[in-house]
């Protein structure tokens, strides 16, 4: 069974959705497989489409339309809680992968230190079937 909301620990802190904690604040990521290839064998094939450039105060605005404005506000207020947005999965290879373009696992890893582009991300997480 599919789990709609896996914990999401992200390190991509150059993302206008990293929050401190490595936690991410979109409401939705989706990943996806490698944009040239078209699929992936190793985490590094994967990236995160949810990734927008944290450069400007112009970046954060234009990144607002996704932000899980209810995770964020109870992460701050509520101790321990942690901020879990839902993910989209289009790498089916990977063993985590369900119907629905739903991930099954209980938690993924996003990662992509100095990303300055979503290609610069992985799904750590990924596992070939």
């Not at 994967?46 to 944290?54: E, N, P, Y």
């Not at 450069?55 to 996704?66: E, I, R």
Request: with cysteine; charged share 15%.
């Amino acid at each position: 069974m599919a789990t709609a909301n896996p914990t999401v620990k992200c390190t991509v802190d150059q993302c206008t959705h990293y929050m401190p904690g490595d936690q991410c604040m979109a409401a939705k990521i989706s990943i996806y497989n490698d944009e040239i290839s078209g699929s992936s064998s190793t985490s590094a094939d994967t990236q995160c489409r949810a990734f927008h450039h944290r450069k400007t105060v112009g970046d954060m605005v234009g990144a607002l339309h996704n932000v899980n404005v209810g995770g964020v506000v109870s992460s701050t207020f509520l101790n321990g809680t942690q901020v879990t947005p839902t993910v989209a999965c289009f790498v089916s290879n990977c063993k985590f992968w369900d119907s629905g373009n739903m991930c099954n696992a209980s938690e993924i890893k996003v990662a992509g230190q100095n990303a300055a582009r979503t290609p610069d991300t992985d799904c750590e997480t990924y596992q070939t079937k």
